[in-house]
C-alpha cells in the first residue's frame, strides 16, 4: 500500500533562514505523482509543484526549490531566506490512478 | 481567474438536518472530490467524481452521499448530520490523470 509520511509535525524558524520541509513515500508503482501544497491561515490548500516519477530534475522556482530522489522516495521541498508569509501548513501528496494519498502535513512558522 | 467555489465558508446546523455543501468549478476539469480535515488526522477524502453521473467511494464515505448532475457542480449531503460530522470540508478539482488539484477556500462547518 502507498504512504506518504511526513516526519516533521511543526518547524519553527527565524526569518530568512533557510528552511526544508521533508517527504518520504512508499509505493511499488513505477508510474505515479507527487505533489505539494501550501495551506495558509486563510484555510485554501495552494498548488505548488507537481512531479511525475519519470522527472527526477530538480527544480527552482525563486525561493523554493524541490529535490526528487526516487532511489530514496523522496521529495524534499526547501524555502530559502524564508519569510513570515511562508508560514502555513505544507502537504506532500502522493497521486496514482484513483489514490490519492496526503501527508499529514508540516505547520511551518516563521518567526519575525 | 479560474476557481473552485463553496458556496459557505461557515454553516452551522442542528444534528439530524439534512445538510448540502455546494462546490463549483470553472476549469472544465472531470474530476472532482469532496475532503474532510480535522487536526491530527489530516485531509480524509470522502467521495470523488470523474464524469458527470458518477461517483466513487473514498476512505470516509459513510454517512455522506454526493451528486454530479452537472460537470461544474460537485455535492456533499450529510443525510442527517452529527456532532461528529463537524470538521472543515474542502472541494478539489482536476483534469486529467496526475493534473494537480485546484482547491475551494473550504467550508467549516459546525454541527450542534
Known amino acids: 500500500a502507498q504512504k506518504v509520511t511526513q516526519a516533521q509535525t511543526e518547524i519553527s524558524v527565524v526569518e530568512k533562514e533557510d528552511v526544508t520541509l521533508d517527504c518520504v513515500y512508499e509505493t511499488r508503482d513505477t508510474t505515479y505523482y507527487l505533489f505539494w501544497y501550501k495551506q495558509p491561515p486563510s484555510g485554501e490548500l495552494v498548488f505548488l509543484i507537481r512531479?511525475?516519477?519519470?522527472?527526477?530534475q530538480n527544480e527552482i522556482s525563486g525561493r523554493y526549490s524541490w529535490n526528487f530522489q526516487k532511489s530514496t522516495s523522496s521529495f524534499n521541498f526547501t524555502i530559502t531566506a524564508s519569510q513570515v508569509v511562508d508560514s502555513a501548513v505544507y502537504f506532500c501528496v502522493f497521486h496514482r490512478d484513483d489514490k490519492i494519498i496526503f501527508g499529514k502535513g508540516t505547520r511551518l512558522h516563521i518567526l519575525p | 481567474d479560474v476557481k473552485v467555489t463553496q458556496s459557505s465558508r461557515y454553516l452551522v446546523k442542528r444534528t439530524g438536518e439534512k445538510v448540502f455543501l455546494e462546490c463549483v468549478q470553472d476549469m472544465d476539469h472531470e474530476n472532482m472530490f469532496w475532503y474532510r480535515q480535522d487536526p491530527g488526522l489530516g485531509l480524509r477524502l470522502i467521495y470523488f467524481s470523474y464524469d458527470v453521473k458518477m461517483k466513487e467511494k473514498g476512505d470516509i464515505p459513510e454517512g455522506y452521499s454526493v451528486s454530479r448532475e452537472k460537470k461544474e457542480r460537485f455535492s456533499l449531503i450529510l443525510e442527517s448530520a452529527s456532532t461528529n460530522q463537524t470538521s472543515m470540508y474542502l472541494c478539489?478539482?482536476?483534469?486529467?490523470?496526475?493534473?494537480?488539484?485546484?482547491f475551494g477556500s473550504g467550508t467549516r462547518l459546525t454541527v450542534v
Open positions: 478539489a478539482s482536476s483534469k486529467g490523470q496526475g493534473g494537480g488539484y485546484t
Open positions: 512531479r511525475n516519477s519519470f522527472d527526477e
